[in-house]
Structures are given as structure tokens and as C-alpha cells.
């Protein structure tokens, strides 16, 4: 007689499901702060709006198999356009700041003051649709709010204009996300597809400000740069449907450590005490709000937001 072979248990399943969706995160981080390093690198060299020329169009060419295998009618005619437009407004501008910002801040100061966003997201959700937030959650955006003034250190020189830019970035960036938050309809396909095509037109809007010809190796590194946040994307993605949010979202902040080891190997950076500090506060304040957004989600006549912490910068 045969051995009987062993079913797997739906808690094996659900515990191999969930460590897939955390490598897959970690991938998708480390993809993302790989593009923001190469980005950082590029725009010593090249113009924003060249790098988003360039950077959009490969990923264009990356993503155009997965519209046609989609639908290009279903991609073209998304629902609620006039919303589809204003996200992506608010993504085309911010991924311009954030060139913008790296230009002249260090790569771990940039990333970390946009990673507060989840904290404007509670603040904008409260001002302009109405939801309810109760006294932890505002609990924990004043202590998000005090790691950006901490960051900042207002009285020291760190408080500089691209400073303000990139605070100006991550607020553009949690706008976008509510935005997103109203097109939950929207298959992740369009979503992307617009948004690559809003950078696109940002970038050719912004390339009269100066052009250089790249080398052939830069050329290949610009559209390097768009493959590589293509499959950031494309991990981060994934992981959110193969794990519960609140078991992979966590390791989003795994971007901080990318950003010291990037900025400190490739770029001499280290940030100061303050944005240190600073950023431990924005962590920790982001990781409550996803906790307390999580048992809302599961209370009966609770308002479920935690998608909105989970989007993520590209």
C-alpha cells in the first residue's frame, strides 16, 4: 500500500503565503530604494525632466504587454476619469519634487521625510472626505508631525527650501494615495499605466529647462531606472495580494536601511542626530497608525483606511 501523502494545512498554507508576500516586499523595497539611488546619481548629471523622459518611457514599453493583455479599450477609458487625472496631477508632481529634493539632500533625508506620508493621509482623509479619526490615531499623527519637525530641526540649517520641497512631495504623495483610495475599481494595470504616462508628459513639460545628451551607459542606466521601478511596483503589488497587509507593510520601512547603505557607499551621506531621531518617530507613528487602521478594519461599523498606508512611492 502507497504511503499516504500529507495534506498541507491551511495555516502552512496561509504561513508560506505570508512569507512569500514578505520576500516579495522586501524585493520591492529594495527595488525602489535601488531606483531612487540611481536617481539621486542620474540628476547630478542629467535633468529632471530628462530623467523622467526617459525613466517613463522604458517603463512605458515594461508595462504596454500587460495593457494589451488587459484591454487597451478597458485601459483607455478607466472610471471616474476626472479623478484618474487629478491622482495623477498629484503622482506626476510629486516624483518630480522628489528628483528635485535628491539633488540636494542626502538620500536617507529624503526618503525619510516622504515616508510621513501615511501621516498626511489620516490628516487629509480627515479634512476633505469627512472620516472619522479617533484620539489614537491623532495620537499617533502628532507624534508623525513631530518626527517631521524633529527631522526638519527648525532652529538648525537643515531647514532648507528642498527641505520644504520634499515635504511639499510627501504631502503630494498621500493626496495621491487618497485619490487611489476612491478608485479601488481600477485595475492595477491603469492605475500604472497613468501614472508612467503623467510622468511621461511631466518630464517633456519640464525638458526645455535644459537637455544633455547621454552617453550610451547613461542612456541605459535612464531606462534602467524605469524597468527597476516597474518591477518595484510590480513586487509591491504582488506581495499585497499574497499576504495581509498588516503582516508585509512593516518591512516597507526596511527603505530607511536601504537609504543609509546607499547614501553612505555610493553618495558619503550619513544623516544628522536629528533625522535620525526624527525618523524613528515617523516610523513608529506610521506602524501604529497601520496597526490601529487594521483593528478599525475589523470592527463591524469601522472605516477601513489601511489601503491607503499600504500604497507606496514610485
Not at 66 to 84: A, D, M, S, Y
Not at 199 to 226: E, K, N, Y
Not at 250 to 277: C, E, N, R, S
Not at 283 to 310: I, K, N, S, Y
Request: glycine share 8%; charged share 10%.
Amino acid at each position: 500500500m502507497a504511503p499516504l501523502q500529507s495534506v498541507p494545512s491551511l495555516s502552512m498554507l496561509s504561513r508560506n503565503a505570508s512569507l512569500a508576500g514578505i520576500a516579495t516586499m522586501l524585493l520591492g523595497i529594495l527595488l525602489f530604494a535601488l531606483n531612487d539611488a540611481m536617481g539621486k546619481w542620474l540628476v547630478s548629471t542629467y535633468t529632471v525632466g530628462q530623467v523622467l523622459v526617459m525613466r517613463s518611457a522604458a517603463a512605458l514599453l515594461v508595462i504596454l504587454p500587460f495593457v494589451v493583455r488587459q484591454g487597451v479599450r478597458r485601459t483607455l477609458k478607466p472610471e471616474r476619469p476626472g479623478l484618474q487625472v487629478l491622482r495623477v496631477v498629484f503622482g506626476s508632481f510629486e516624483v518630480a519634487l522628489f528628483y528635485v529634493t535628491v539633488i540636494y539632500l542626502p538620500l536617507a533625508d529624503a526618503m525619510t521625510i516622504w515616508l510621513a506620508a501615511p501621516v498626511w493621509v489620516v490628516i487629509l482623509a480627515a479634512l476633505l472626505l469627512g472620516e472619522r479619526v479617533d484620539a489614537r490615531r491623532w495620537l499617533a499623527v502628532a507624534a508623525g508631525f513631530a518626527g517631521v519637525v524633529v527631522a526638519l530641526n527648525p532652529t538648525g540649517a537643515s531647514l532648507t527650501m528642498p527641505a520644504l520641497i520634499a515635504v511639499l512631495g510627501s504631502v503630494l504623495f498621500a493626496a495621491m494615495m487618497i485619490a487611489g483610495r476612491q478608485l479601488r475599481a481600477t485595475p492595477d494595470v491603469t492605475l500604472v499605466f497613468w501614472q508612467t504616462l503623467g510622468a511621461l508628459v511631466m518630464g517633456l513639460l519640464l525638458t526645455p529647462f535644459g537637455w544633455v545628451s547621454p552617453s550610451p551607459t547613461d542612456a541605459a542606466l535612464l531606462a534602467l531606472l524605469g524597468i527597476i521601478a516597474m518591477g518595484g511596483h510590480i513586487c509591491v503589488t504582488r506581495s499585497l495580494k499574497l499576504a495581509e497587509a498588516s503582516v508585509v507593510v512593516p518591512y516597507q520601512y526596511t527603505l530607511i536601511v536601504w537609504a543609509l547603505i546607499f547614501g553612505w557607499f555610493v553618495f558619503g551621506d550619513w544623516p544628522t542626530p536629528a533625522m535620525i531621531w526624527g525618523g524613528a518617530l515617523i516610523v513608529v507613528a506610521g506602524l501604529a497608525l497601520l496597526v490601529l487602521e487594521r483593528r478599525a478594519a475589523l470592527e463591524p461599523d469601522g472605516r477601513a483606511v489601511e489601503d491607503a498606508v499600504t500604497a507606496q512611492q514610485g
